[in-house]
């Protein structure tokens, strides 16, 4: 395979038409010496006659030299892509500048990309290296340690150690001393940009752990899951963030272990995982993108001081408060994908604060409980062991009325999605169809401030990779089956579901859960909250705890 030019290591701009010494020409020799062009008048060989036609006289040679110096003006304009020639707008070095500021290479804001990995191997031969190639060894595979039940502790998981966040920030600040605000995070103020954790013991207001209560067993469990980050594209975001989940619960190979339907995210196609591409209402700003004008008129306060600290560095260029966000975003997907990112040093932890505060979707949105809603006909019906009799929604009829794709008997069903999905079922609807009442306990949040409490924090909900599990399970101490929320390893209470008890785990008979639900679903009207001709202000002039439109 023909290989392509590595342009961080500058092999590419080294291989274009230009090649470097066009420039080097016109600089004089570093031994100072003088190249000349007339032959050699000490060779003994040369022609008198010859010599004595080749003399030109003054003028002659000041047109010759005038000539010379437009065509290699020509010749460097069009070769040398601005590297020889600096035009009025380029940045030269001055006394007052201590910056280093050169031209950029030619390759520099081109389309090129790195194809890594190659599509196919270079010497592709499969038969000559097959996976399994026998003699596995004398020592077979044991039953699974269950470490979920036998370990002493819950595995949580507490940061990204293969991320670097700056000195600055956290509590390596002021060489070594702990920074202003305590235990910083950096990691935890990026909002739905932040990197998977778990929220720790009591985050959702109950003190339980994940771990199977005592005197119950596990029967069956539904998880929903938001992708990894977002560096590969979006399509490869959920299908790739849904194998690795597969490869980590079942093991490789996966061949026969499991089956993955892999739904179309495409407008004329019912995807309850994409809901927004059958509801209309959710593509209009004005109804579902209303959160931008909280997010915009937040960053206008918490952005003020960053983006006068910011402008005086930049020249040419007058910034924005979007830009600066933009900056913040910058910091959060370039860690993300390389590992660190020079834009996190631009910003003080109190800027960071801000930004998680800085999202504009949620249970305020007026079309965010009837974009859950085709989701959780889908998960009453794996749930009651029942199809789905009517397809009124965003729910798949081909898929869904089909027992080989759309299953009801077994225990374990796992769906990959957006996060913007997660916040319409996982909060809107924890809090709507749902109705878990604890994440709406401040109400509407407000955008000149942050709350000194907030039962509603973007990162501990949404963060790359966050999770819903709804826990099925069998108890001895209970006669009923029981059910159970955890999200991103916090157990959350279900009190707000009318008919679940007060309970110390979060338990609710399956029964009583399940009818709150069908009930809360009658209320729902999809074809006036998505295609419906109805309005409402902009800003804080109108809100919602419930994810609904106003009724007519």
Known sequence: MASKPDVETGEAYARDSYDGKEC?????????????????????????????????GGLHLGLAFLAGIVACAVTQLFVCSGCCVHGRNSYTSSATDNNVKVLAPPYVGSTQ??????????????????????????????????????APAYPIHTGAAHLVAPDTLGHKANKGKASASGDFDLFKKWG????????????????????????????????LHRHGARYPTAWNRMLHSALNFA????????????????????????????????????????RGDRGAWYVKHWAEIYLKKALARLQPNIKSYKLSIEDVYIMQQMCAYETVAIGYSKFCELFT???????????????????????????????????????????????????DDNPTTFPLDQSLYVDATHEVVILNIEITLVITALNLSNFAASGPLPYTHIPTKRSFEVSQLVPFGTNIQFQLLECTSVPDPQLRI???????????????PEQRDGMCPVDTFVKAQKALLLETDWDYDCYGDWTVPEGDAWNTTIGSPPKP
Do not use: M
């Open 486 to 500: 955890i999200i991103n390893d916090g157990v959350t209470p279900l009190t707000g579901i009318q008919g679940c």
């Open 192 to 223: 739905n940009l932040s990197p998977w954790y778990s929220v720790g013991r009591g985050a959702f207001g109950l003190d339980s752990e994940p771990t199977v209560p005592d005197t119950c067993r596990v029967t069956g469990l539904h998880f």
């Open 24 to 56: 080097e020409s016109l600089l004089p020799s570093t031994s100072g010496a003088t190249a000349t062009f007339a032959p050699s008048l000490a060779d003994k060989h040369s022609d008198s006659n010859v010599l004595r036609r080749r003399q030109f």
């Open 113 to 150: 990309v790195h194809n890594f990995p190659p599509a196919s191997p270079t010497n592709a031969n499969p038969t000559l290296f097959p996976s399994n190639v026998g003699y596995p060894g004398g020592t077979p595979t044991g039953a699974e340690p269950n470490v979920i039940e036998t």
């Open 247 to 286: 490869i980590g619960f079942f093991g490789y190979p996966l061949d026969g272990k499991y089956q993955q339907s892999i739904t179309i995210e495409a407008k004329g196609f019912n995807n309850t995982l994409a809901p927004y591409k059958t509801c209309p209402n959710a593509k209009v700003p004005e």
């Open 349 to 399: 932890e109190k800027e960071w604060e801000g930004f998680n505060y800085a999202y504009g979707s949620g249970f305020g949105s007026p079309v965010a409980r009837v974009q859950g809603y085709g989701w959780i006909k889908e998960f009453l019906a794996r749930l009651t062991h029942t199809p789905i009799t009517e397809h009124n929604s965003s729910t798949n009829s081909t898929l």
